[in-house]
């Protein structure tokens, strides 16, 4: 089948019936929901791009796998070109929508598993890569949509999985039988799944000798029986549902980020939709090769997009309060300009030194220091812009009253007098663009980013993994001519 159309993506979304919930209530249709709706508009969008002459050299690519045009997202990468697409492609997504693109954790997962499959195939004799390349043909011939889960809840940290009092902290097979398994338990803080078609799911960590049941791996339907999501809720959340006009909003037609709690009560994986299940040595491989690409992804790409939306809102506040010539403003957005370049540089660079992982997969993972500094360095730089454009947006950001005073007879004129700035700019602009600096420095993105893809220790754990010294330790011997012991 060829690329889907947007239309044909939202019809095929009303094919699944995903158990639902939000704010104590069933969704009894994700496609007019007002908050999960921003995830149908975010998933809908990659469609479009896929098919728009301007953006489908970004947003697609020739898959080897069906000898095709495919989406992007659903490409495994083959070179270091590929990766840098990829790059760029998140970085498109994400000033085009100004939040998650949704298929993004969904390919990263796919990264993973073709790699660990590969490796597990070669080195203990499983059969999971043909396995997986013929689900990831049945994906990329029907253009679908996947979201990735990893995240669970877990038990105290001080303990380990077999020792929580409730084994289901983390998913766990509870049955295998001719047909395939059946796994209990729960991952949390996944993103957009309810309104994707596939959830590919990962353990989220490595596990040892007895963590057998644990060692999971597969890809489901997302209405799956036994799957219930759980959405996240918040002010945002609330105040889109009270929307008369949603052009209110600080991002309109996408919305802040959702995610949900995705329970899964015994639900039952066919075998040819398993791609690991007991081989513990490499549940971490797994973890580490999805982290790798995510790392890059949610680092060195979609926060450049949403600083390009942050950078945006600044200079246009700055032109309408009149602060063109102004050196410390004109300093901060500079400062703003750097840091996203900067993440962008982290982004690029472990495209660009990416490598083969393992040799002989054909998969090509991005370079991981760079990576993971491109990660460790966003989380920062992202609170950091954030702190810049509250400075700059003043606390009419927070302050601001509702849009729809302009439209209340006994307000219209005072909001519209004292909140122009005594511009000729419309004041509904002017709230319009302080709202989206709302949306940003007092939403849910400063903790999102800081979180998304582990939070700054897993990047510094990692770091301190993998960067080994020698070469340092060498250079100053050499410049000291230090004597051999
Ligand atoms: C907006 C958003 C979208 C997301 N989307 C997805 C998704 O689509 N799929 C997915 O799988 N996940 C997703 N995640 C999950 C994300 O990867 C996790 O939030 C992240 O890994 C952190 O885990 P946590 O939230 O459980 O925090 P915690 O692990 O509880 O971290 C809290 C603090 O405790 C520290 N800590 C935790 N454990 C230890 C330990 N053992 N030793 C020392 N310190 C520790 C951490 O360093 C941190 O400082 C998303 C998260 C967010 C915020």
């Not at 084994?167 to 996944?190: C, Q, T, W, Y």
């Not at 009270?242 to 075998?271: C, H, K």
């Not at 600083?307 to 602060?323: D, F, R, S, V």
């Not at 840091?339 to 040799?359: I, K, W, Y």
Request: aromatic share 10%; glycine share 8%; net charge neutral.
């Amino acid at each position: 089948m060829a690329l889907k159309t947007p239309e044909q993506f939202e019809e095929s979304l009303k094919q699944f019936k995903p158990v639902v919930f939000m704010n104590g209530k069933r969704v009894e249709d994700v496609l007019s929901n007002p908050n999960t709706r921003t995830v149908v508009e975010a998933n809908k969008a990659s469609y479009q791009w896929a098919l728009d002459p301007r953006y489908s050299q970004t947003m697609t690519c020739f898959s080897p796998l069906i000898q095709g045009t495919v989406n992007r997202y659903t490409h495994i990468s083959g070179s270091n070109e590929d990766l840098l697409s990829k790059a760029k492609a998140g970085t498109f997504t994400a000033e085009m929508l100004g939040t998650c693109i949704y298929r993004c954790v969904g390919y990263d997962a796919f990264h993973a598993l073709a790699a660990t499959t590969w490796e597990m195939d070669k080195t203990i004799g499983t059969e999971y890569y043909p396995r997986f390349v013929n689900y990831l043909k049945m994906v990329q011939e029907n253009d679908l949509s996947a979201a990735g889960a990893l995240t669970e809840p877990r038990g105290s940290r001080k303990k380990r999985t077999l020792d929580w009092p409730d084994p289901f902290l983390s998913l766990k097979v509870v049955e295998k039988n001719s047909d395939g398994i059946v796994v209990r338990g729960a991952k949390v803080n996944i993103s957009g799944a309810f309104a994707s078609h596939e959830l590919v799911v990962l353990p989220q960590s490595s596990h040892g000798e007895g963590e057998e049941d644990y060692a999971v791996a597969f890809a489901v339907p997302v209405d799956t029986k036994g799957i219930t999501y759980i959405c996240q809720y918040s002010p945002y959340s609330a105040e889109r549902d009270q929307a008369e006009d949603i052009y209110e909003l600080g991002n309109p037609v996408f919305g802040q980020r959702e995610t949900s709690m995705v329970v899964f009560d015994n639900v039952f994986v066919p075998w040819e939709r398993v791609f690991h299940c007991g081989e513990v040595k490499y549940s971490g491989k797994l973890v580490a090769r999805f982290a790798r690409t995510h790392r890059m992804t949610c680092g060195g790409t979609c926060k450049v997009g949403f600083m390009n939306q942050i950078i945006g809102a600044c200079k246009l506040i700055q032109e309408y309060k009149g602060l063109d010539n102004i050196s410390h403003i004109n300093d901060q957005i500079t400062e703003m300009v750097v840091l996203r370049e900067t993440g962008r540089a982290c982004g690029m660079a472990a495209a660009q030194l990416g490598s083969e992982d393992p040799p002989g997969s054909g998969v090509f993972l991005p370079d991981e220091v760079m990576g993971n500094v491109a990660k460790l360095n966003i989380c920062n730089a992202f609170w950091r812009t954030m702190a810049l454009a509250g400075d700059i947006g003043g606390g009419l950001i927070v302050t601001m009253p509702s849009l729809k005073e302009l439209k209340n007879p006994e307000t219209k004129a005072y909001v519209e007098e004292f909140f122009s700035f005594g511009s000729d700019e419309p004041t509904e602009n002017i709230l319009k663009v302080h709202k989206l600096l709302q949306h940003w420095t007092a939403g849910q993105h400063g903790v999102g980013t800081w979180h998304g893809a582990g939070p700054v220790m897993a990047q510094k754990i990692m770091l301190q993994r993998i960067v080994k010294f020698d070469h340092e330790k060498e250079l100053v011997k050499k410049t000291l001519n230090l004597k051999e012991k």
